[in-house]
């Protein structure tokens, strides 16, 4: 199973990322895939999310401002943020969870660096 995040980068308060994560080894269109951020000496947390129905969720802060896709095909969930500001400053992360043969599986990818700043 492989996870790999790209996309990231340093960017000024107001730009654009688009953030990818291409995965393997599993069945993506059956896993919800989530996109986690862990700033330092902050908690990761859950940012947004897509369900393997296309269904999505948003953290509070970043509504308005970033939309998770996904493409079955590729493989791939992207993270589309606009507006950055510098709170947004982090190391995000994909995740995919998925309900297999009974067990609940989740797996990681290594994540990239955003950074927010002039």
């Known amino acids: 199973v492989q996870l790999v995040e790209s996309g990231g980068g340093m960017v000024q308060p107001g730009g654009s990322l688009r953030l990818s994560c291409a995965t393997s080894?599993?069945?993506?269109?059956?896993?919800?895939m989530n996109w986690y951020r862990q700033a330092p000496g902050k908690e990761r947390e859950l940012v947004a999310g897509?369900?393997?129905?296309?269904?999505?969720n948003y953290v509070d802060s970043v509504k308005g401002r970033f939309t998770i896709s996904r493409d079955n095909v590729k493989n791939t969930v992207y993270l589309q943020m606009n507006s950055l500001k510098s709170e947004d400053t982090a190391i995000y992360l994909c995740k995919a969870v998925g309900y297999v043969a009974g067990w609940w599986r989740n797996y990681w990818g290594q994540g990239t660096q955003v950074t927010v700043s002039s």
């Open positions: 080894g599993f069945t993506f269109s059956s896993y919800d």
């Open positions: 897509i369900t393997s129905r296309g269904l999505t």
